[in-house]
């Protein structure tokens, strides 16, 4: 079993739904919890972060951590075809000197 | 801030030849990551450095890649000799704390 899991998607919806992605994860002592968006052909681009608990918000993303389900989720709002991109999340332990364990990417498409 | 940088953005080579890919970290970071990235396995961590000494190399495949970083603003990842396998998308990463910034990569094809 890996310790984050991810579904691969894809996942297609249309022009202004309400996107969640989401990973669980295994290993109880991640703290730091991170989504990235990588488009096609770039490297990832760090998109939110958050530590322990709790929600983020950042515009149109929300980043949701549930630590007692080893559950993250990532919502947007709004969605724009723009926002077509793969998702991963990444999270890491705090002693861990920054090493951070990737999900396998969630494929988005968003459709005008 | 420039970001990360790698060189070369692509890379064609035959098998047996050896391949060297450069990274220069974000002034100020003193985490750099060298990951791969393929279809079938995602996103791979290889190798990373903490103030230019290697801390941990578990996820080097084998003992053709090495990796050095000479100084805290360049990295170099090395395959030789390389192999069709190796053909994949090779990132650098750099980071202060727990945010790794990702350089454009290089898109390595082996023949």
Redesign the interface.
């Known amino acids: 079993q890996k310790e984050v899991e991810q579904d691969p998607g894809p996942l297609s919806v249309p022009e202004g739904a309400i996107v969640s992605l989401n990973c669980t994860y295994s290993n109880s002592a991640f703290q730091?919890f991170?989504w990235?968006r990588q488009y096609s052909?770039?490297?990832?681009?760090?998109l939110m972060?958050t530590y322990s608990s709790g929600n983020k918000e950042d515009g149109r993303f929300t980043a949701q951590v549930d630590k007692s389900s080893k559950y993250i989720s990532l919502f947007i709002r709004d969605s724009q075809p723009s926002d077509s991109a793969t998702y991963?999340c990444?999270m890491?332990v705090y002693n861990q000197?920054?090493?951070?364990i990737?999900?396998?990417?969630t494929e988005l498409s968003v459709k005008p | 801030d420039a970001g990360v940088i790698q060189s070369p953005r692509h890379e064609v080579t035959e098998m047996g030849q050896e391949v060297t890919l450069r990274c220069k970290p974000i002034s100020g970071h003193d985490y750099l990551f060298w990951y791969r990235q393929t279809m079938m396995r995602g996103l791979e961590l290889l190798i990373y450095f903490n103030n230019n000494v290697p801390i941990d190399d578990s996820g080097m495949p084998e003992d053709r890649f090495s990796a050095k970083m000479p100084n805290a603003s360049f990295s170099t990842l090395k395959i030789q000799p390389s192999e069709p396998r190796d053909s994949a998308v090779y990132f650098c990463a750099s980071s202060r704390f727990y945010e790794q910034y990702f350089g454009p990569g290089t898109r390595l094809t082996v023949t």
Do not use: I, T, V
């Not at chain 1, 000197?97 to 951070?100: D, E, I, P, R, V």
């Open positions: 730091y991170m990235y052909r770039k490297g990832p681009e760090l972060y991963l990444a890491s000197g920054g090493k951070l990737f999900g396998q990417g």
